[in-house]
């Protein structure tokens, strides 16, 4: 897409996450600081949307995982990750994102590698700290997520790989998981996209070690949290993708109420926005959905949402069949 055609399809989809009952979201990578611009335009009004809190461009190695894309920054050697860090602070950043392995979605990588020195890393977390912003990282094998939890890394996002000894310390030192168990289970999603052959066998053949490593984490302790590695308003076996990737971790052990706080709570306590969102009380903003069934008794019911408020203002309402524009 060009800047024009992306400014346009991002403008819908904001729209499409609030209206699916999205009223907060944090980006880890977004193309050519679009997500700037539509921060700004949802906060003066012009455009219907969720709060944003964003990384900005994703650091990452030459030729690194996602290097292809607009949604991130090449960086090299501890100065010029220190420079990326403080860029994408510059331009506006709530949170720093860094690709420390490989993924599924590189064709010429494995999710096994390692893609920072230790110099590297050590950089990129100590001058966002010293910036006051907190860190996650995309990571899938145990030996890299277990250096940068002792270099002060605050979220794991994927963790594909994790190991008893990992999980432990990573409750230790308060390190959160983003799991996006969607990503290694979503065959019919990748059918629908037309994704290569070679990235489904990739992403799929990880998803039983994925499952696992979810657990392991949950038994350690580790804070869970709610992230679906792809637009929340999606289609996804029958739901929209934010409210499959909470069934999916509540299917895999944290249980319905546990679930609704990864959704809620969770996320806005490690944003540090837990002043003003995250729950229902005197003072906060009024972020409120309304369903028929129970979401603490079954995850399931986020799939009944039938009116939406954000900031005390109605902004879908299935009675009447209103939503806002």
């Known amino acids: ?85 403080r860029s994408q602070v510059k331009a506006g950043a709530d949170l720093i ?21 230790t110099d590297e890393l050590r950089a990129v977390i100590d001058t966002a700290h010293a910036w006051g912003r907190r860190v996650t990282a995309h990571a899938g094998p145990a030996p890299v997520i277990a250096e940068a939890v002792e270099l002060g890394l ?11 000894e990992v999980v432990a310390r990573m409750a230790e030192r308060g390190t959160a998981l983003v799991p996006t168990l969607l990503v290694t289970r979503c065959k019919e999603f990748f059918d629908e996209l037309g994704v290569p052959e070679w990235m489904q066998c990739r992403s799929l053949g990880a998803g039983p070690r994925h499952l696992e490593s979810f657990a392991m984490a949950l038994d350690a302790g580790v804070e869970v949290l709610l992230g679906s590695d792809m637009p929340p308003f999606w289609h996804f ?67 009944g949402i039938r009116w939406v408020m954000k900031g005390g203002r109605v902004v879908r309402d299935d009675r009447s069949g209103w939503s806002a524009q």
């Open 1 to 85: 897409m060009n800047p024009h055609e992306l400014a346009l399809y991002m403008a819908d989809g904001a729209r499409r996450t609030l209206l699916c009952g999205v009223t907060t979201v944090r980006c880890v990578a977004e193309k050519d600081h679009a997500d700037f611009a539509l921060r700004r335009a949802i906060a003066a009004g012009r455009v219907v949307g969720p709060r944003i809190f964003t990384a900005g461009r994703a650091l990452v190695c030459t030729g690194g995982h996602g290097h292809e894309s607009g949604d991130t920054m090449e960086c090299d050697g501890a100065d010029g990750f220190r420079r990326g860090v």
């Open 237 to 303: 076996e029958g739901t929209n993708a934010s409210v499959r990737e909470l069934e999916y971790m509540s299917e895999g052990g944290i249980g319905p109420a546990r679930a609704l706080y990864a959704g809620t709570l969770g996320p806005i306590r490690w944003l540090g926005a837990e002043a003003d969102l995250g729950t229902v009380e005197t003072g906060k903003y009024a972020d409120l959905v309304a369903m028929d069934a129970d979401p603490t008794a079954e995850t399931s019911a986020f799939r």
């Open 97 to 117: 994102k860094v690709m420390i392995s490989g993924g599924i979605a590189g064709e010429h990588e494995s999710i096994h590698t390692r893609q920072l020195f």
């Open 154 to 164: 605050d979220c794991v996002e994927h963790g594909y790989q994790l190991t008893p």
